[in-house]
């Protein structure tokens, strides 16, 4: 079983930046895309960013394009999403997952919930003055 665990959530006023950081109990994360996904309340989850193990382009949702910068650090077997000019309604609980097949999950234009297996328990990001 693979062990996901987000961090580097908080709050944070309108405008403001923060970092999460998803890391993996195994080497998971360097073989294989990993997703961020975001739920607010009321509302379902929805795919937020992707980056793959292959050589794609990074996915973003638009309502994040321009703002949140994936990236993945293949050293530490992290994967981090850097989100800037934050809104309160990018308030949610963010999540970190991967698919449990290569190649599978994050594509130059989608971002395919369903192709995900192994699920971290999620960060609460508040954005609020």
């Not at 062990?3 to 993996?24: D, F, K, Y």
């Not at 382009?57 to 999403?81: C, E, Q």
């Not at 971002?111 to 003055?129: A, M, N």
């Amino acid at each position: 079983q693979v062990q996901i665990v987000e961090s580097g959530g908080g709050m944070v006023q309108p405008g403001g930046s923060l970092t999460l950081s998803c890391a993996a109990s195994e080497s998971t994360l360097e073989y294989y895309a990993v997703g961020w996904f975001r739920q607010a309340p009321g509302k379902e989850r929805e795919g937020v960013s992707c980056i793959s193990n292959l050589s794609r382009t990074p996915y973003y949702a638009d309502s994040v394009k321009g703002r949140f910068t994936i990236s993945r650090d293949h050293t530490a077997n992290t994967v981090y999403l850097h989100m800037s000019n934050l809104k309160p309604e990018d308030t949610a609980v963010y999540y970190c997952a991967t698919p449990i097949v290569m190649g599978y999950g994050c594509y130059d234009a989608s971002l395919p919930i369903d192709e995900y297996h192994w699920w971290g328990q999620g960060t609460q990001v508040t954005v609020s003055s």
